[in-house]
């Protein structure tokens, strides 16, 4: 069930998430770890946000195939980005991987990431009953 800002008189969103998921009893949980955008096949980090971005939910829907979920299971998602700048780029293609579905989430700039040519990671928590 999703929480939305009419529900609890929040602020208007500045993007597509949801102010917060419920989640039924007894369901599975997965914590996905950090995730860059490196290419699984090469282990090579292609330069540039839209590249990096790609591959990030390339990535994190593999790891959700591998336990039987998909991005409708996505209770949360965490994004970290280098620069300022990237963000729009970021959201859109963000928008072509989640379409519709809209997980609670955080988007933080932060300084550096693990590596120095890692410009976007997320991590994500999803959920299946």
Known sequence: MLIT?????VSEHIGKYSDG?????????LHISGTPGLDPSTGKMPE???AQTELVWQNVFAILEAA???PE????VNSYLTRKEDIA???KVRGK??????P?????VVEGLFKPEYVIEVDAIAAAE
């Open 5 to 9: 800002k009419h529900q609890v008189g």
């Open 21 to 29: 998921v419920v989640v039924g009893p007894n369901a599975r949980w």
């Open 48 to 50: 540039g946000i839209a």
């Open 68 to 70: 039987s979920m998909g």
């Open 73 to 76: 299971n996505l209770v949360k």
């Open 89 to 91: 780029e970021y959201l």
């Open 97 to 102: 991987y989640l379409g519709d579905f809209r």
């Open 104 to 108: 609670a989430g955080l988007l933080l």
